[in-house]
Every structure is written in structure tokens, then in C-alpha cells.
């Protein structure tokens, strides 16, 4: 048998456009918060890395300043060293010095015309030279000689007078050098 049913069909309830909206705030909310947390977690993640980061750099500061300190406690060293270098070659320089004092005055003697009997050379360059001369003009020309000598600073004659040797008059001489290092002198020791 057909039934038929000729009554209206019952309506649906209808759903209120408030639910709706409520139903999309809530997906939407859903999403936003998700998005928040899963940036959030990135971003602790990228920190987490730039804070690894930032404590591998600063060991590296701490080796590096380790290695820089090393350097320049052997920086000063060599310079010690240096500085001593310098001094031994000074030292080995002014050992020279009074060497070429006595040469710069015996080589410019007069062959066969002039005789130091005594020569005395103190610390500070100063020479006493006591000796003969056949004639004043020989000790003249010895005294200016030395004047032009770069090792020469002056010259002083403390005495002159005759002498008899062996039957011959003999000019007795008495004078002081002051000498001292040229100021074209560059100390090198490898001078001469």
C-alpha cells in the first residue's frame, strides 16, 4: 500500500547567520593561533641557532685574544732582543773607536822627521803625546795634518822647545788631541 502523506514536510531549523560567524571566528582563530605558534617555534628555533652562534664565536674571540696576547708578549721580546742587537753593535762600534784615534794620529807622522816617545789615551778620547821633531815646520804640518782628520775635534800644543840629541837640536813637542767619532760616523759595525 502507497501512503501519501499529504502534510507539509516539517522545515529544517534554521541555522542563524550568528552561528555562522561564530563557526568561521572559531576556524579563523584556530588558524591565526596555529600560525602564531608555528612562527613563534621558528623563530625560537633561529635564536636557539643565532645563541649557538654567537657562543661559538665568542670561544673563538677567547682563542684568538689567547693567540694575540702570545703575539705580543713575542713582539716585546724581539724588540728586547733588537734593542740588545743595537747595543752590542754600538758597543762593538765604540770598541773601534779609540783603535782609529791612535791610527788617525801615528799614521800621519812624518817618516824620518818625527818620534812620539810617549803616547797616553784616556776613556774619553783624549790623547797626551809627548815625542821629537827634526824642525818645527815638521810638527807644524803634523798638527795641521791632524786638524783635518774627521777623528780629530782639536789640537793643543802644551810646549815646544829645542833638545839636544846626539849632537843634534831636536824640536822636544808636548800637545793633546781630543778625538772623537766623525758625525758622518754611522756607528755600522761592519765599517771597515
Known amino acids: 500500500m502507497i501512503k501519501i502523506n499529504l502534510l507539509p514536510h516539517s522545515k529544517r531549523a534554521k541555522v542563524s547567520d550568528t552561528e555562522k560567524y561564530l ?5 579563523l582563530l584556530t588558524i591565526v593561533c596555529t600560525s602564531i605558534l608555528s612562527i613563534g617555534l621558528m623563530w625560537r628555533g633561529h635564536l636557539s641557532g643565532l645563541e649557538d652562534e654567537v657562543l661559538d664565536l665568542e ?3 677567547q682563542i684568538l685574544l689567547t693567540r694575540v696576547g702570545r703575539l705580543n708578549q713575542l713582539e716585546r721580546k724581539f724588540e728586547e732582543i733588537q734593542a740588545n742587537i743595537e747595543a752590542i ?7 773601534q773607536l779609540p783603535v782609529r784615534y791612535v791610527d788617525e794620529t801615528t799614521v800621519r807622522v812624518p817618516e824620518e822627521r818625527m818620534w812620539f816617545e810617549a803616547l797616553n789615551l784616556n776613556r ?7 815625542g821629537v821633531a827634526v824642525d818645527n815646520q815638521a810638527f807644524a804640518g803634523y798638527v795641521d ?3 783635518s782628520s774627521e777623528f780629530i775635534r782639536s789640537v793643543s800644543t802644551q810646549r ?9 837640536s831636536l824640536v822636544e813637542f808636548q800637545f793633546q788631541i ?3 767619532p766623525p758625525a758622518s760616523f754611522s756607528g755600522d759595525a761592519n765599517e771597515n
Open 23 to 27: 563557526l568561521l571566528y572559531l576556524i
Open 59 to 61: 670561544s673563538q674571540r
Open 89 to 95: 753593535k754600538y758597543i762593538r762600534v765604540r770598541q
Open 124 to 130: 774619553n778620547g783624549v790623547m797626551d803625546i809627548r
Open 145 to 147: 795634518s791632524l786638524r
Open 160 to 168: 815646544t822647545s829645542r833638545r839636544e840629541v846626539q849632537n843634534l
Open 178 to 180: 781630543r778625538a772623537g
